[in-house]
């Protein structure tokens, strides 16, 4: 996405580290570097769930890939309408490393509980 923004662009050729993105690869670059910010959430919060959850983490790790690809399309489309256009496809990619942050705290405080 940007690479090649960047190849076809004279004003970006040279790189980030010497001028800002220029309008044409700008939302990609937003884009790919939200992604970068949910995918780590994302992992962290699936390795906690398959540590402390292991015999119902793989059905809910599956569920949330497909949530959190579905959420980064509709994320990607939304964005040159603004904040509110976005908003489903940020909610799609967040809520399965929410649901399983809850779900691994909640398994922690049972097991340390016992």
Known sequence: MVSTGRRRSA?????????????????????LQNTLDQAFVAVV???????????????????????????????????????GARAFGMALTALPSLLAFALGLGALFYQLAR
Not at 11 to 31: H, L, M, N, T
């Open 11 to 31: 004003d970006d050729i040279r790189g980030s580290a010497y001028s800002p993105p220029s309008p044409k690869i700008a939302v990609a670059a937003a884009f």
């Open 45 to 83: 919060a699936q390795f906690a769930l398959v540590m402390l959850l292991p015999s119902v983490a793989m059905q809910l790790m599956a569920a949330s890939v497909l949530l959190f690809s579905i959420g980064r399309i509709t994320f990607l489309a939304g964005y040159p309408g603004g904040a």
